[in-house]
């Protein structure tokens, strides 16, 4: 039985898709503000609120990391199989929950366990809303003609301010002299406006019979091949991208002798994507195909990279370094729209929440691995870290061009209401 047998009207003909698409941009928004308002200065808290050794910090850092971008694809799975709604509005709960037990927590288990909650809540909740919003901005393009990357870079934009506003958001709040509890208990505020939005705006999406569930249905969508060189090019990215954090603070003390100078580049990113992302993807969608802005993209990146060692030192030294964040941001710009417009192309549609987690998790295993590697290179003579660190995204560039150019006709799902 076909969407329409069984009485589902298929999105280009449904509702205006403009407000739920607002939604989502602002529940993006709304999600990396409050998250953000708390994660910077959740080492500083463990190390000196709670006296924490150095290692045990570094532990309670990656278990959250792995709790959210490693079980991404069990959040994706879950949105196939009951639909974004109850998928949105549990991670919201959790999110929530694991902030207050994170404000009040004082001892490491306590620490611990709020910290895998938090990650578990944003593994069920980011899958769950890229998804539907990529779902959504290909209904958007068929029954307007817009692009979907212009759509989607609309959402990578709001992240991107979310991402802005919540460090300063969280140190007002310790300045004011709230304390690292306040911070937390703030962003607990924040995503109970989320959680209330989404209960009220979010409608009910039709449960999918023909969800994939199981590691049957993780193996299918790993083993489709077009949507796998697309994750290892994502993972290219994603390797180089994690260099901010990695390379870049090491070659800001080698200019410069401190790290000070690492929030204004930050900032300076997040400010870059805030203005020039939808200008910049109104133009390359309508004038490049996605697999072109990705290659292009990657380019970008590596030139970002292979410009440290090129470029003369400028005020304070600064310059070879603020080159690669404008740089690398400006390739972030160009191919995170097209991977996410992508992605509905390479997966059937019942597999989209899957796919979505899994491009996530696979990646995050890949940044986990490269920058192990990459990390053993910070000491070698800077020619060399910038070439290697250069090559990695220019190697999924040239990956990039063994993708599918042409758009899969999607298949029928067969839907009940619950």
Same mark, same amino acid.
């Given at each position: 039985?076909?969407?329409?047998?069984?009485?589902?009207r =298929?999105?280009?003909?449904?509702?205006?898709?403009? =407000?739920?698409?607002?939604?989502?941009s602002?529940?993006?928004?709304?999600?990396n !503000?409050?998250?953000? +308002?708390?994660l910077?200065?959740?080492?500083? #808290?463990?190390?000196?609120?709670?006296?924490?050794?150095?290692? *045990?910090?570094?532990?309670?850092?990656?278990?959250? !990391?792995?709790?959210?971008?490693?079980?991404?694809?069990?959040?994706?799975?879950?949105?196939?199989?009951?639909?974004?709604?109850?998928?949105?509005?549990?991670?919201?709960?959790?999110? @929530?929950?694991?902030f207050?037990?994170?404000? &009040?927590a004082?001892?490491?288990a !306590?620490v611990?366990?709020?910290?895998?909650?938090? &990650?578990?809540?944003?593994?069920?909740?980011?899958?769950?809303?890229?998804?539907?919003?990529?779902?959504? +901005?290909?209904?958007?393009?068929?029954?307007?003609?817009?692009?979907?990357?212009?759509?989607?870079?609309?959402?990578?934009?709001?992240?991107?301010?979310?991402?802005?506003?919540?460090? *300063?958001?969280?140190?007002?709040?310790?300045?004011?002299?709230?304390?690292?509890?306040?911070?937390?208990?703030?962003?607990? @505020?924040?995503?109970?406006?989320?959680?209330?939005? #989404?209960?009220?705006?979010?409608? #009910?999406?039709?449960?999918?019979?023909?969800? %994939?569930?199981?590691?049957g249905?993780?193996?299918?969508?790993v083993?489709?091949?077009?949507?796998? @060189?697309?994750?290892?090019?994502?993972?290219?990215?994603?390797?180089?991208?994690?260099?901010?954090?990695?390379?870049?603070?090491?070659? %800001?003390?080698?200019?410069?002798?401190?790290?000070a100078?690492?929030?204004?580049?930050?900032?300076?990113?997040?400010?870059?994507?805030?203005?020039?992302?939808?200008?910049?993807?109104?133009?390359?969608? $309508?004038?490049?195909?996605? $697999?072109?802005?990705?290659v292009?993209?990657?380019?970008?990146?590596? +030139?970002?990279?292979?410009? @440290?060692?090129?470029?003369?030192? &400028?005020?304070?030294?600064?310059? =070879? +370094?603020?080159? *690669?964040?404008?740089?690398?941001?400006?390739?972030?710009? /160009?191919?995170?729209?097209?991977?996410?417009?992508?992605?509905?192309?390479?997966?059937?549609d #019942?597999?989209?929440?899957?796919?979505?987690?899994?491009?996530?998790?696979?990646?995050?295993?890949?940044v986990?691995?490269?920058?192990?590697?990459?990390?053993?290179?910070?000491?070698?003579? &800077?020619?060399?870290l910038? !070439?290697? /660190?250069?090559?990695?995204?220019?190697?999924?560039?040239?990956?990039? /061009?063994?993708?599918?150019?042409?758009?899969?006709?999607?298949?029928?799902?067969?839907t009940?209401?619950?």
């Amino acid at each position: 039985m076909t969407t329409a047998q069984a009485g589902i009207r =298929p999105a280009a003909d449904g509702p205006d898709l403009r =407000p739920y698409l607002r939604l989502l941009s602002a529940t993006q928004f709304a999600f990396n !503000t409050g998250f953000y +308002a708390v994660l910077p200065y959740l080492a500083a #808290h463990l190390g000196d609120g709670l006296g924490m050794a150095g290692w *045990l910090v570094g532990l309670v850092l990656g278990l959250r !990391t792995f709790s959210q971008q490693g079980l991404f694809v069990v959040g994706g799975a879950l949105t196939d199989r009951y639909g974004p709604r109850p998928v949105v509005l549990t991670g919201c709960v959790l999110r @929530v929950a694991g902030f207050c037990w994170l404000a &009040g927590a004082d001892s490491t288990a !306590t620490v611990i366990g709020a910290v895998l909650l938090i &990650g578990f809540a944003a593994a069920l909740f980011s899958p769950a809303v890229e998804s539907e919003t990529a779902r959504s +901005a290909v209904a958007y393009e068929k029954r307007t003609g817009t692009p979907r990357a212009q759509v989607l870079a609309v959402f990578s934009a709001a992240g991107q301010a979310g991402a802005f506003l919540g460090p *300063l958001l969280g140190s007002l709040l310790l300045l004011l002299g709230g304390g690292f509890r306040t911070a937390c208990l703030a962003g607990a @505020v924040v995503f109970v406006g989320v959680l209330a939005g #989404h209960a009220r705006l979010m409608p #009910h999406r039709p449960r999918r019979v023909r969800a %994939v569930t199981g590691t049957g249905g993780l193996r299918r969508t790993v083993a489709d091949r077009p949507f796998l @060189v697309l994750c290892l090019v994502f993972s290219t990215y994603l390797v180089s991208y994690n260099q901010l954090y990695l390379a870049l603070p090491e070659e %800001v003390e080698r200019a410069t002798g401190s790290q000070a100078a690492l929030g204004g580049l930050f900032a300076l990113s997040s400010l870059l994507v805030v203005v020039a992302q939808l200008p910049l993807t109104r133009w390359s969608a $309508r004038r490049i195909a996605p $697999r072109a802005a990705l290659v292009t993209g990657l380019t970008a990146v590596g +030139a970002g990279f292979a410009a @440290v060692p090129l470029t003369p030192a &400028g005020p304070a030294g600064l310059l =070879p +370094a603020a080159s *690669l964040v404008v740089l690398l941001t400006l390739g972030q710009m /160009l191919l995170v729209p097209a991977v996410r417009g992508l992605v509905p192309d390479l997966v059937e549609d #019942h597999r989209l929440g899957l796919a979505t987690g899994a491009l996530s998790s696979v990646s995050g295993l890949a940044v986990l691995v490269g920058s192990a590697a990459t990390g053993t290179l910070l000491d070698a003579p &800077g020619p060399v870290l910038w !070439t290697v /660190l250069a090559a990695v995204p220019l190697a999924g560039a040239a990956l990039a /061009l063994t993708l599918p150019g042409r758009e899969r006709t999607p298949e029928p799902v067969t839907t009940v209401t619950d």
